[in-house]
C-alpha cells in the first residue's frame, strides 16, 4: 500500500444526491491533490492543496467542492452531479510542495457512478 | 507548452522477452520525468524518476528508464517481461510553472497498456 486511503471505493449517486469522498494520507506529506480520471483521456488535475491552502482550481465545476482541514485529510464534496461525471477519482500526496523532484503517491481511487 | 507524449496505446510483448514502453516530454530547462504504474482498480504507483545525474534510473520491480536529452526521450524499459508487469503504465513531467507556493504538479501522458502473454 501507498499509504494513501480512500473512501469509499466505489459509490452510486443520483443526480439530485449530495454525497462526499474522503482521502487521508499517513505520510506525512504537506501537499494533496484530487485527479479525475476518465476511460481514454489523461489525468485531469482537479485539486491541489498546499500546506491546507488550496493553491490550483483547474476550472473545476462548482458542483465540485474540496475541503482540506489539516495536512492528513482531504475531502470532496459532491452535489448535483452529471453522468459525465462518472469516473475515478484518485487521491494523492507529496511531500513539501515547493520543493522539486518529489514523487506524489496515490490511494487506491472512488469509483463514482452518476445514474 | 510543456507536454508528455506516449506514442503507444498498448505494447504487447512476450513473457521473457525485454519491454520498452516510450515517453517523450516537451519542457522548457532541465525535466523531472516520472514513470507510474496503474493495475486493475487500483490506484497509481510510483515507478521511478529521473532528477539528474545517471541517465539510466533504477525503480521498483527490476524497471528502469533511459533518460535521453537530445531526443527528449524517456523511455521505460525491463529486461526480461512478467506476465504480472500487464497494467497501464503512465509517463508524466513535473510542471514548471508556479501557482502559488505549488510547483510540484505533474503532467501526465495518456498511458501506455503493457500486456505480456504467457
Known amino acids: 500500500e501507498t499509504g494513501v486511503t480512500q473512501t469509499p471505493r466505489h459509490l452510486v449517486m443520483g443526480m439530485t444526491n449530495k454525497k462526499s469522498l474522503k482521502c487521508e494520507q499517513h505520510?506525512?506529506?504537506?501537499?494533496m491533490y484530487w485527479y479525475k480520471q476518465s476511460a481514454k483521456k489523461p489525468l485531469e488535475l482537479m485539486f491541489v492543496y498546499s500546506l491546507e491552502e488550496r493553491v490550483e482550481n483547474n476550472s473545476v465545476p462548482s458542483r465540485f467542492s474540496p475541503e482540506c482541514p489539516n495536512s492528513s485529510h482531504l475531502f470532496l464534496h459532491l452535489h448535483t452531479l452529471q453522468p459525465e461525471d462518472s469516473a475515478l477519482y484518485l487521491c494523492a500526496s507529496s511531500q513539501d510542495p515547493t520543493g522539486t523532484g518529489y514523487e506524489q503517491y496515490f490511494g487506491p481511487g472512488t469509483r463514482l457512478t452518476v445514474t | 507548452a510543456q507536454s508528455v507524449a506516449q506514442p503507444e496505446d498498448q505494447v504487447n510483448v512476450a513473457e521473457g522477452n525485454p519491454l520498452t514502453v516510450k515517453c517523450t516530454y516537451s519542457v522548457s530547462g532541465n525535466p523531472y520525468l516520472f514513470w507510474y504504474v496503474q493495475y486493475p482498480n487500483r490506484g497509481l504507483q510510483f515507478l521511478l524518476k529521473?532528477?539528474?545525474?545517471?541517465?539510466l534510473v533504477k525503480g521498483s520491480y527490476g524497471f528502469e528508464a533511459e533518460f535521453n536529452k537530445s531526443q527528449t526521450s524517456f523511455h521505460l524499459k525491463k529486461p526480461s517481461a512478467l506476465v504480472s508487469d500487464s497494467a497501464l503504465y503512465f509517463c508524466a513531467v513535473r510542471d514548471r510553472r508556479r501557482y502559488g507556493g505549488a510547483t510540484n504538479k505533474l503532467i501526465f501522458g495518456t498511458g501506455t497498456l503493457l500486456a505480456v502473454q504467457p
Open positions: 505520510l506525512g506529506h504537506n501537499a
Open positions: 529521473y532528477i539528474t545525474g545517471d541517465n
